[in-house]
């Protein structure tokens, strides 16, 4: 009987967190549309652009390379991410860290060799 507990009672955590994952964006979303004031006129939503009245569509069609570009970056930096903890905690972690980070390194280097040889990486 005391495991049936045990199991229960982590499940209850778990049921509890995930409502209130649910319930609170929801309620918070809500009591802000009730309570925030509300007045739209045409010149609160138009766009806005640092001031200057928008003089074309703002839809237009950019290269992907700009995209692939931001892409890199955020691996490149996602990669930073990873290598400062195993970098502060490599003596403990020993040989195996050290195969498994150069096996990560490489994978990172073959993207970014791929992406070179595509010519991602220039601007014109």
Request: proline residues 4%; charged residues 15%.
């Amino acid at each position: 009987m005391g495991s049936f507990n045990l199991y229960f009672n982590n499940y209850m955590v778990v049921f509890i967190f995930l409502l209130l994952g649910l319930l609170l964006p929801a309620v918070a979303l809500t009591m802000g549309r009730l309570l925030r004031p509300s007045a739209p006129t045409e010149a609160k939503q138009t766009t806005y652009e640092s001031g200057i009245e928008p003089f074309h569509d703002s839809r237009i069609q950019f290269n992907v390379r700009y995209y692939i570009f931001a892409l890199l970056f955020v691996v490149f930096d996602v990669e930073t991410v990873f290598m400062y903890p195993w970098a502060v905690a490599y003596e403990k972690l020993g040989i195996f860290a050290l195969v498994e980070m150069l096996i990560f390194v490489v994978m990172l280097l073959i993207g970014l060799i791929y992406a070179w040889k595509k010519k991602v990486l220039k601007w014109i």
